[in-house]
């Protein structure tokens, strides 16, 4: 018996330290995905809203930067996840989870999008991160999206614009924010502007053929 408890004690404690080791990794790429958005938030609203164009170097390096960091804590978390959601790890080890499928490619992301809906479902995430998901993932799809999170920047960098993607029922627009937890869309707007420095633009006319038309004259 006392074999048998010792044995037990041993696969406890094994399990534990795996758990901390998770969360350790965890923490390590949520810390890299957000420092290098940090940099690139910054160096853009320099270049775009301020004229700073002798920055506009460090914005191409910094965005390369972004992509490769995405990639490397993209095939971390697909390697975490290939038995299914691990258990019992932080609440912000979950966030880092949903972070990284959401600045994912869309082959990803699509193969994440359930788990991360039941993530959501139990608590382990915000409603509102799995409606971030879900409008991007309709976003690269090229249909509107739901909740009203996404948006596009172009134009040349001193002349950017800044559209809010088409969503695909304006009436219910704000209700269906409501029960994700996001604020009213007229408030997300000014954040939006406030973040970037750019107008935040929502015309509810505007559908995504005529936006990727809008674009695509830039």
């Not at 971390?76 to 499928?101: C, H, R």
């Not at 359930?114 to 991160?129: C, G, H, R, T, W």
């Not at 739901?146 to 134009?155: K, L």
Request: hydrophobic share 45%; aromatic share 6%; glycine share 4%.
């Amino acid at each position: 018996m006392k074999h048998v408890f010792t044995l037990i004690l041993l696969l406890v404690l094994s399990a534990c330290q795996c758990v901390q080791s998770t969360d350790r990794l965890l923490a390590e790429v949520w810390e890299r995905d957000q420092s290098v958005r940090h940099q690139m938030l910054a160096l853009t609203k320099a270049v775009t809203a301020e004229g700073q164009m002798d920055l506009v170097d460090s914005l191409i390096a910094t965005n390369e930067l972004l992509e490769r960091i995405d990639a490397e804590n993209g095939a971390i978390v697909d390697s975490l996840l290939q038995d299914g959601m691990p258990a019992n790890l932080a609440p912000e080890s979950y966030k880092t989870f949903w972070i990284v499928i959401d600045h994912a490619p869309l082959e990803m992301q699509e193969k994440y999008l359930p788990m991360v809906e039941q993530m959501a479902v139990q608590q382990l995430i915000a409603a509102s991160d799995y409606a971030c998901l879900f409008d991007r993932v309709a976003m690269y799809q090229n249909r509107p999206q739901r909740y009203g999170s996404q948006s596009v920047q172009f134009g040349q960098s001193d002349a950017m614009r800044l559209y809010l993607w088409p969503v695909e029922d304006l009436e219910k627009l704000d209700a269906l924010r409501v029960e994700m937890g996001m604020q009213p869309i007229a408030d997300y707007l000014r954040q939006l502007t406030e973040a970037t420095g750019l107008e935040a633009i929502f015309d509810p006319a505007m559908t995504v053929d005529a936006l990727n038309e809008l674009r695509g004259k830039e």
